[in-house]
């Protein structure tokens, strides 16, 4: 694996500029980054960015082999700034944000809403259960139907996310599952509710998901190209299809970091901020959701006696392959990281061990 150190130029909107000039925490970052990298303990990562205080402390690209969303491997890509990589489930998270700016728009319905009732071609699905079914069930993926994408592996067709993209109708594959728990009582990942979301955004604004999310989102914070994968009905991948460059992944961390600002502008409501990164259900033993983002208190520094030595609140994007995007408030920390390993089961180790043994082992 080579790597590729790129010189700080930011391309439209945030300039990331340099720490300064012997900076203890970038030299730290990077003297672990390297040797974690000579001890083969870092595989297939693609790129690496972080950011404190808005400053760039690293910015690091590689080769190695890559897929993209409905279309499978595209060989060896040597990265750079410039190119374009899938974001896989961090696009839930973007999704979120996308749902808030329509929300203030007035284009999408409120998260108490019934969420049947916003989809009025499929009035013949109605019954008690799917009655008692709100918006904010599928922003918290609380919506105790019968969805697997967990179990099984994404090149199975009996996936639930794989099962939707084959569909006839994806949107009606999702609300005519069976309602096997009660709404809002606990959490079940599904790609499915993102796509519900996605819809919605595009039933009320009158564009594309991409259109919207470009001229909304994207336009405004000065991202570079981006890209939404979609099927071959012609809808999009709402919950893994987004691909951009890493810098641009990095933005969106930015973004939350300001509380939805960005150059002056509210882009995204500060109070959806808020409801994105509130704890709404457990999604386990160590994590929180939100509105598509996960919630998690992360334990670093010194140990003082059986305690760590410091706890504060995580938000996280994550994607299979290996992407992350971690935001850390308390310390104004943004860790963006794009990789390959796709659907094996050690691809979180890297990322892991990036946020924990470099980064955040370097922080004082």
């Given at each position: 694996?080579s790597?590729q150190?790129l010189?700080?130029?930011g391309q439209?909107?945030?300039?990331?500029?340099?720490?300064a000039?012997?900076?203890?925490?970038a030299?730290?970052v990077?003297r672990?980054?390297?040797q974690a990298?000579?001890e083969?303990?870092?595989?297939?990562?693609?790129?690496?960015?972080v950011?404190?205080?808005?400053?760039?402390v690293?910015?690091?690209?590689?080769d190695?082999?890559d897929?993209?969303?409905?279309?499978?491997?595209i060989?060896t890509?040597?990265?750079?700034?410039?190119?374009?990589?899938d974001l896989r489930?961090c696009s839930?998270?973007?999704?979120?944000?996308?749902?808030?700016?329509?929300?203030?728009?007035?284009?999408v319905?409120?998260?108490?809403?019934?969420?049947?009732?916003?989809?009025p071609e499929?009035a013949?699905l109605?019954?008690?259960?799917?009655a008692?079914?709100?918006?904010?069930?599928?922003?918290?993926?609380t919506m105790?139907?019968?969805?697997?994408?967990?179990?099984l592996?994404?090149?199975?067709?009996r996936?639930?996310?794989i099962?939707?993209d084959?569909?006839?109708?994806r949107?009606?594959y999702?609300?005519?599952r069976?309602?096997?728990d009660?709404?809002?009582?606990?959490?079940t990942y599904?790609?499915?509710?993102?796509a519900?979301?996605a819809?919605l955004i595009?039933?009320?604004?009158g564009?594309?998901?991409?259109?919207?999310?470009?001229?909304?989102l994207f336009?405004?914070?000065?991202?570079?190209?981006?890209?939404?994968?979609?099927?071959?009905?012609?809808?999009p991948?709402?919950?893994?299809g987004?691909?951009?460059?890493?810098?641009d992944?990095?933005r969106i961390?930015?973004l939350?970091?300001?509380?939805?600002?960005?150059?002056?502008?509210q882009i995204?409501?500060?109070d959806w901020?808020?409801r994105c990164?509130t704890?709404?259900v457990?999604?386990?033993?160590?994590r929180?959701?939100?509105y598509?983002?996960?919630l998690?208190?992360?334990g670093f520094?010194?140990p003082?006696?059986?305690a760590?030595g410091?706890?504060e609140?995580?938000?996280l994007?994550?994607?299979?392959g290996?992407?992350?995007?971690?935001?850390?408030?308390?310390?104004q920390?943004v860790?963006?990281v794009?990789?390959?390993?796709?659907e094996?089961d050690?691809?979180s180790?890297p990322?892991?061990?990036?946020l924990?043994?470099?980064?955040?082992?370097?922080?004082e």
């Amino acid at each position: 694996m080579s790597s590729q150190i790129l010189p700080v130029a930011g391309q439209q909107g945030w300039d990331f500029a340099s720490a300064a000039d012997g900076d203890a925490f970038a030299a730290d970052v990077a003297r672990r980054l390297d040797q974690a990298l000579a001890e083969r303990r870092l595989w297939n990562i693609h790129g690496l960015i972080v950011l404190r205080d808005g400053r760039r402390v690293i910015e690091r690209y590689f080769d190695g082999p890559d897929r993209a969303r409905g279309v499978g491997d595209i060989g060896t890509v040597t990265f750079t700034a410039e190119t374009p990589h899938d974001l896989r489930s961090c696009s839930k998270s973007i999704v979120a944000l996308l749902y808030g700016i329509a929300l203030a728009q007035g284009k999408v319905p409120a998260p108490e809403a019934p969420l049947l009732a916003a989809f009025p071609e499929y009035a013949d699905l109605a019954s008690p259960e799917r009655a008692r079914l709100t918006v904010q069930h599928a922003l918290t993926m609380t919506m105790g139907t019968d969805w697997d994408e967990s179990s099984l592996p994404y090149g199975d067709p009996r996936n639930s996310e794989i099962a939707m993209d084959n569909a006839a109708d994806r949107y009606r594959y999702i609300l005519e599952r069976p309602v096997v728990d009660m709404p809002g009582a606990h959490w079940t990942y599904c790609g499915g509710a993102t796509a519900l979301l996605a819809r919605l955004i595009a039933k009320g604004s009158g564009k594309p998901l991409h259109d919207f999310a470009r001229e909304h989102l994207f336009d405004p914070l000065g991202l570079g190209p981006t890209q939404w994968a979609t099927g071959s009905d012609g809808e999009p991948f709402a919950a893994s299809g987004a691909r951009m460059a890493l810098r641009d992944f990095a933005r969106i961390g930015m973004l939350m970091l300001s509380g939805g600002r960005a150059d002056g502008r509210q882009i995204v409501p500060a109070d959806w901020i808020t409801r994105c990164t509130t704890p709404a259900v457990s999604a386990d033993e160590l994590r929180r959701y939100g509105y598509q983002w996960f919630l998690l208190d992360i334990g670093f520094g010194k140990p003082r006696g059986w305690a760590v030595g410091r706890l504060e609140r995580m938000w996280l994007a994550q994607g299979e392959g290996g992407q992350r995007l971690y935001i850390i408030p308390a310390l104004q920390l943004v860790i963006a990281v794009t990789a390959g390993n796709y659907e094996r089961d050690d691809q979180s180790l890297p990322p892991t061990r990036i946020l924990r043994e470099i980064v955040l082992a370097s922080v004082e």
